[in-house]
């Protein structure tokens, strides 16, 4: 079952209904735990048996260590919890790429030694219950929190079905304390949660799904195409994958807002960021903060002197990387990232201010725009390395990318190879929408020297839309729904992809 499907709609109403039902906390924390493991039952079958092992193991850890006299035998307890947490994960996702790797160590030395590739199949979610099992562990083990003594509440903390698949990454410290209270489903919370669901839905159907063919069109033979056609597949991959996560996000985060519970936020506008530190505080911020603060953090963060922090953020960033997936796009597109954090971190003093070295000269809103299209300039350059996995591929994209050709042309052999591309915006139509968009470019930077214009854009882009939706009387609130609702049955194409992140 997943959230764009019509068993999914079906399901959460009865779970609405069933929780509205009754009044004692604890039934109504049974209902949705009982939910939450039929959830995942229906998406990932006898996988419910990870998710109850991965739960048991953080569980009894937590425990553990919080009754354990001594900092080295807690520390013994953390490392043999680590251990037990990490082996099914390493094990599902990381197996197959590990003994690519062996196999091409040993090769030259002895091909007999070549093991054989099993076929596995990666359990839906684990790397996010996995992490929101890790962060208990660790933060009992730092004293931040205290353990749960209800081990049914820490069950539902865990596998809670809005967050189980592809996060957030909730913490134990940010979820139980809401589980001391009733659930109560108010009018306030219903506006906003369905408004936030309609508004994630949107953002999956309309936005990346559409954008979604012509990606796959480019980049699943990139070769054949000339830098315009990669700077669009680019472009629109970024798009793709924002309203692709973000609108599952938003999808969780409104049904938990329905029934009555608070999850943290995601994303913070990461496409409107100065500087790639700014980026990843706004990019994805529950993994972020995990690996922040549970990886470079331990690890020294940037307190060990500037080569040492550099060195912390590079192997952080590689293993976040990693933790996309099993492939080397995924170790370069994070090591790529470290580079840009390091080089940003060498040459600034906050997180949020820009490359100082970018055209020191410009003052206010110009310099603003050049500081925030810069800095997406090297994030979307990194999403080439993030959705091509073959390298000479890769390569080739990049180096199209960066070197731009200017070569609009269409060739017999592309044209066979870019039938949905050709089908949806035509050889002249490429040429003016690039017109168009340097065109448009040019005209925002000389209207950000008219300050009207500039407090309305600010006004537009820092505007929690979806909230001044829900805040709306009924009657308006009902139009606009309905008006969502007609967007998403006109423009919603035929064949929609799962969710990206499920992968991971």
Not at 62 to 84: E, F, N, V, W
Not at 137 to 143: A, E, M, P, S, T
Not at 269 to 287: A, D, G, H, M, V
Request: aromatic share 18%; charged share 10%.
């Amino acid at each position: 079952m997943q959230f764009n499907s019509i068993e999914f709609f079906f399901f959460f109403i009865t779970v609405l209904i069933l929780v509205n039902s009754l009044r004692k906390a604890d039934f109504q924390q049974s209902i949705l735990l009982g939910a939450s493991y039929l959830f995942y039952w229906l998406t990932s079958n006898y996988f419910i048996l990870l998710l109850l092992f991965i739960t048991i193991i953080s569980y009894q850890s937590g425990a553990a260590i919080y009754q354990s006299s001594g900092p080295g035998r807690k520390k013994t307890i953390l490392t043999i919890a680590m251990i037990c947490l990490l082996i099914p994960l390493g094990f599902f996702k990381y197996y197959n790429f590990g003994i690519e790797i062996f196999n091409q160590i040993t090769l030259p030395f002895n091909a007999s030694l070549n093991i054989p590739f099993l076929d596995i199949i990666l359990p839906i979610g684990i790397s996010f219950f996995t992490f929101s099992a890790i962060s208990y562990v660790f933060d009992i083990y730092r004293g931040t929190i205290q353990p749960e003594k209800k081990f049914l509440r820490y069950v539902l903390f865990v596998s809670y079905f809005p967050h189980l698949l592809a996060g957030p990454i909730v913490r134990a410290g940010q979820f139980l304390p809401q589980m001391k209270n009733n659930i109560s489903l108010s009018p306030d919370n219903l506006k906003i949660g369905v408004t936030i669901m309609l508004w994630g839905f949107v953002k999956k159907f309309v936005i990346a799904d559409n954008c979604a063919p012509i990606v796959d069109a480019i980049f699943n033979n990139p070769t054949i195409f000339t830098s315009p056609y990669i700077f669009l597949g680019t472009i629109l991959f970024g798009i793709q994958i924002y309203f692709d996560f973000s609108g599952y996000i938003d999808i969780a985060l409104g049904a938990a807002k329905v029934i009555g519970l608070h999850l943290p936020q995601n994303f913070y506008r990461p496409y409107l960021s100065k500087s790639p530190t700014e980026f990843w505080s706004r990019w994805n911020i529950t993994l972020s903060s995990f690996i922040k603060d549970y990886i470079y953090i331990p690890l020294g963060g940037n307190r060990k002197g500037k080569i040492r922090t550099y060195f912390n953020l590079e192997f952080t960033m590689l293993l976040c990387g990693l933790w996309h997936g099993a492939s080397w796009n995924f170790v370069l597109w994070g090591g790529y990232h470290g580079i840009l954090l390091s080089l940003h971190k060498s040459v600034s003093k906050s997180r949020a201010s820009s490359f100082p070295v970018i055209l020191p000269s410009l003052k206010g809103n110009v310099r603003l725009l050049i500081e925030i299209l810069v800095t997406q300039y090297f994030i979307f350059l990194g999403w080439i390395m993030f959705r091509v996995g073959n390298l000479s591929d890769m390569i080739y994209s990049v180096k199209k990318f960066v070197l731009f050709d200017f070569d609009f042309s269409i060739s017999p052999i592309r044209i066979s190879g870019i039938t949905k591309v050709v089908g949806t915006i035509g050889d002249s139509g490429l040429i003016i929408n690039m017109i168009a968009f340097v065109s448009f470019v040019i005209v925002i930077m000389l209207l950000l020297h008219n300050d009207y214009f500039v407090q309305k854009m600010t006004r537009i882009l820092t505007t929690d839309w979806t909230r001044s939706i829900a805040s709306l009387q009924l009657k308006y609130w009902i139009v606009c729904l309905a008006i969502m609702i007609f967007i998403l049955l006109s423009l919603t194409p035929s064949a929609s992809p799962a969710f990206i992140y499920y992968q991971f």
